[in-house]
């Protein structure tokens, strides 16, 4: 028998049991369509979640004086003098001084510790932000060092049931349990950066963000008395990141006449560590998902080797009219590669709309992977030959007068 005779009597065996044929296929449709869809929606929901935290660090460094070593002189923090002559060299799209102070929030009767930022305009380019509801602050009010505030939207929601009633109202703040908290009006409300990771969490814990100008900032807690821990560079060109930071290791290294006493580090290495996790999770569930692959893979070993007892005289017949063993395992093979075949393509078809339909409501855009797609099309056509092989070799064995015999 040649190839096309062959294949066309699978077709025919197929055709001859539907039901079987399809309930056959169901097991390799649902674990291709689960691979698809947990792997889709994986993929998505890693991007949502890690995909600002990257943009917000993508080319961006930072400088911070390592206090512990033996050189360290206070005299050489960094100054507001050091961020002008950075500035005066034009190497750099923007610099800012990188300023984040623990404080205490007063909310009714009771104090809460929150991180504080004092910005400044370069640093409203460099850490981006979405204002939703008012504005940022005005070029004056970095000037004089204005009591105004700005905050993100989770935080003005759990403080003051909703953003449009946070705008407007005050804050009040303190060094210390002790001190005199000082009240800052607030003037704009942004997107919290880290809401998408904050809704896979379950939202128990909202890290809070705040912002004051650098200059209301250095009026309030002294900020005279010393010069800044860091500072945060963002580069002209993003791909010549490592240059550039050598380069600012190199300048401050040149004023201050002392080596190894900075540390620069890129921004994105926690977005990166925190995608790797993500990464490992994603791929951990989609292996899950795979296991009802092997499941179904059973299945169809299972559905051929009944297929062969029923068949058992039909083997017989073949044989004794010139079929050889080599025909019937062919046949058997085949048989059991289109089915999977097919469920497979069904799968990938069935999983892009799960992955589609179940993205809408979830809020996430599904990521679809033509490696992936490729790949679980691969893996079904390989089961039907792995698991195919052991019904199509009995069938294959069989002895032609044995097989007549059978009733």
């Not at 984040?100 to 009714?108: D, E």
């Amino acid at each position: 028998m040649n190839f096309l005779e062959t294949l066309k009597g699978a077709i025919q065996n197929l055709k001859g049991n539907k039901v079987r044929s399809f309930l056959t296929m169901l097991g390799i449709i649902i674990g291709i369509s689960s691979v698809i869809t947990m792997s889709a929606i994986g993929k998505g929901g890693q991007q949502n979640i890690t995909g600002d935290l990257k943009e917000g660090g993508y080319g961006k460094f930072t400088v911070s004086v390592d206090k512990n070593d033996e050189e360290f002189r206070w005299k050489y923090l960094l100054e507001p003098e050091i961020i002008d002559i950075l500035k005066e060299k034009k190497i750099f799209k923007n610099i800012s001084a990188n300023v984040t102070k623990r404080v205490f929030m007063r909310i009714g009767k009771r104090m809460e510790m929150i991180n504080l930022v004092a910005t400044t305009p370069e640093y409203e380019q460099i850490d981006k932000v979405n204002y939703i509801l008012g504005r940022g602050f005005l070029p004056f009010e970095y000037k004089n060092g204005e009591k105004n505030l700005v905050m993100d939207n989770l935080t003005a929601t759990s403080l003051f049931g909703s953003p449009e009633n946070a705008l407007g109202n005050t804050l009040s703040f303190a060094m210390d349990r002790k001190s005199a908290p000082i009240t800052y009006k607030i003037t704009g409300i942004f997107q919290n950066p880290l809401e998408e990771l904050i809704k896979v969490m379950g939202g128990r814990r909202i890290p809070r963000f705040f912002r004051v100008p650098l200059n209301t900032y250095g009026k309030v807690y002294d900020l005279s008395t010393g010069g800044y821990n860091s500072i945060i560079i963002e580069s002209n060109n993003p791909e010549n990141l490592a240059g550039d930071m050598k380069m600012a290791n190199e300048v401050l290294e040149e004023l201050t006449g002392v080596s190894g006493l900075y540390q620069v580090e890129t921004m994105s290495n926690a977005a990166a560590s925190f995608d790797n996790i993500l990464s490992t999770l994603n791929l951990f569930i989609t292996f899950v998902a795979g296991i009802s692959l092997f499941v179904g893979g059973i299945g169809v070993m299972n559905i051929m080797l009944v297929s062969v007892i029923e068949r058992t005289k039909e083997i017989g017949i073949r044989k004794a009219i010139g079929a050889t063993n080599k025909d019937i395992l062919i046949q058997f093979l085949m048989e059991s590669v289109i089915l999977t075949g097919i469920g497979g393509v069904v799968g990938v078809i069935l999983g892009i709309v799960l992955a589609l339909i179940i993205g809408h409501f979830v809020a996430i855009s599904p990521v679809f992977s033509l490696l992936s797609i490729g790949l679980s099309l691969g893996v079904s056509t390989f089961i039907g030959v792995i698991f195919g092989v052991t019904p199509a070799k009995k069938a294959s064995k069989l002895n032609p007068i044995d097989a007549l015999r059978a009733e």
